[in-house]
């Protein structure tokens, strides 16, 4: 039997848009309450107005050390209390690695690798106290897949999986599910910085997904019963081709 969302609080980096704001729209539609974190105050102050009372906003700069820190105390202050945390929120950067700067490299694995590491240890103690807590975190078919155009960001996702999955061994006896989602090419702002011939041939070939189609995803893996652990979806479009 699937696992319902109703009254359930989900907090969700990355919220105001792209795979984040699918995956609070389905589930606020499932009858969960969802903390919004990002850091475009003005789309979440809209998302709230067009989302309801289940939509809880909460401004959050996950580069900004404090900032980061206090999301996790700030969405229980909000909430009451987290059943599930989805660390969505990522930057991308395509090219050959001498066209990189290395203050741009520092910004990708700030957010995309420690800043999921520090939102997973914050939420611990509080999922490990009530013995139950599910955390989801995006990650990228670059994530298991060499990709000679983005290797930092294919790099930034490696690392993901590898600590998604150890995190899963060192909780799955605490009552807490870690899985991840992989995604190939999804039409959100991320792309903008893709080299612009890989983007105009994925659309032309259909080689890009919704976020709805991930937030799917998600919302299966949520729903399983506590004693099944979706470990990783990898979720393409049929005609992408790595």
């Not at 959050?60 to 404090?66: A, H």
Request: aromatic residues 4%; hydrophobic residues 45%; charged residues 20%.
């Amino acid at each position: 039997m699937a696992e319902g969302m109703q009254g359930k609080v989900a907090l969700i980096t990355g919220a105001a848009s792209g795979i984040g704001l699918a995956t609070t729209e389905a589930l606020i539609a499932a009858g969960a309450r969802v903390v919004l974190a990002d850091r475009d105050e003005k789309a979440l102050g809209a998302l709230r107005g067009r989302l309801g009372e289940a939509a809880i906003p909460l401004v959050v700069d996950l580069l900004d050390p404090e900032s980061c820190a206090a999301m996790v105390p700030g969405a229980l202050e909000k909430a009451g209390r987290i059943d599930i945390l989805h660390c969505n929120a990522g930057t991308y950067i395509g090219g050959d690695l001498i066209e990189t700067d290395t203050a741009t490299i520092d910004r990708m694995l700030n957010l995309n690798v420690n800043a999921v590491m520090k939102n997973v240890r914050d939420v611990l103690p509080h999922m490990i106290a009530r013995g139950s807590g599910d955390i989801v975190v995006t990650c990228s078919v670059a994530g298991h897949a060499a990709v000679p155009w983005e290797p930092v960001y294919s790099g930034s996702k490696w690392a993901i999986t590898c600590f998604v999955q150890t995190m899963r061994r060192q909780l799955n006896r605490k009552g807490i599910r870690v899985s991840q989602v992989s995604p190939g090419p999804v039409v959100s702002a991320l792309l903008a910085d893709w080299p612009e011939e890989n983007l105009r041939k994925a659309k032309e070939s259909g080689s890009l997904i919704e976020p709805t189609e991930v937030a799917d995803a998600v919302m299966f893996m949520l729903t399983r019963p506590r004693n099944v652990t979706i470990r990783d979806m990898i979720v393409l479009p049929t005609n992408f081709d790595i």
